[in-house]
């Protein structure tokens, strides 16, 4: 089965408008980290934002936010204000277990801005 | 912040000859390393979890002694793909941790494109 699941291969968004791309996760650790990536054309991978399992509250990142719902395994990111730079593939990953370093990653989503 | 090198950023090579990918930490040691595969449009699977003085642990279907990791040092981890193969063309990413929980402790390199021609 799937660890991580990103269903939408591709959005198309306009210029400053938010975006939420989607995220759902399927582990029985109660312990886990939850991770976004942006990964350019370039290749690299950049850190975006990291939702810990037993955090209470949401995380932030400047203009990413974690949408975390526990109990539906979801754990959405959203870009306010979409920036031209913001067009690159997401991933989604997981850390499962308390100690681990491992993350297995989801299938991604392209995001294109639109002027 | 931590910095994770990779060399070389590509490398073109002819079948049937082998070709080393090193991913070095500069700042920080990292205890563990971790070795990625992407191929074009997909996602990054993990191809190995290297760690500092041990042999390699390779996840199912992985073939060890195609892919051949070393982890001499705390700060030198190495990919060598042996009689490569076109179907070996990827993209090869490395990651690092200095072994400590938390957010953002993997920090990835900027990976190695392989093609087999």
């Known amino acids: ?115 | 912040g931590a910095v994770v090198s990779q060399h070389p950023s590509w490398v073109i090579c002819k079948s049937g000859t082998s070709v080393k990918i090193e991913c070095r930490s500069l700042d920080f040691q990292a205890t563990t390393m971790f070795w990625y595969r992407q191929f074009p449009k997909q996602s990054l699977m993990l191809m190995a979890t290297s760690n500092e003085g041990s042999k390699a642990t390779y996840e199912q279907g992985v073939e060890k002694d195609k892919f051949l990791i070393n982890h001499a040092s705390l700060t030198l981890s190495t990919l060598t793909v042996t009689s490569a193969h076109p179907e070996d063309s990827s993209f090869y990413i490395c990651s690092a941790t200095a072994g400590s929980s938390g957010a953002n402790v993997l920090t990835f390199g900027a990976g190695s494109r392989l093609t087999v021609l």
């Open chain 1, 1 to 115: 089965a799937q660890k991580i699941t990103q269903t939408q291969p591709g959005m198309f968004v306009q210029e400053k408008e938010a975006v939420t791309l989607d995220c759902t996760y399927d582990t029985s650790d109660p312990s886990y980290g939850l991770f976004w990536y942006k990964q350019p054309s370039s290749g690299e991978m950049i850190f975006l934002i990291y939702q810990g399992s037993y955090d209470q509250q949401n995380a932030t990142e400047g203009r990413y936010s974690l949408n975390f719902q526990k109990a539906r395994k979801s754990a959405n990111l959203v870009i306010s204000a979409s920036q031209l730079g913001d067009s690159a593939m997401y991933f989604c990953a997981m850390r499962e277990g308390r100690g681990a370093q491992k993350l297995v990653f989801g299938q991604g989503t392209r995001l294109t801005i639109n002027p």
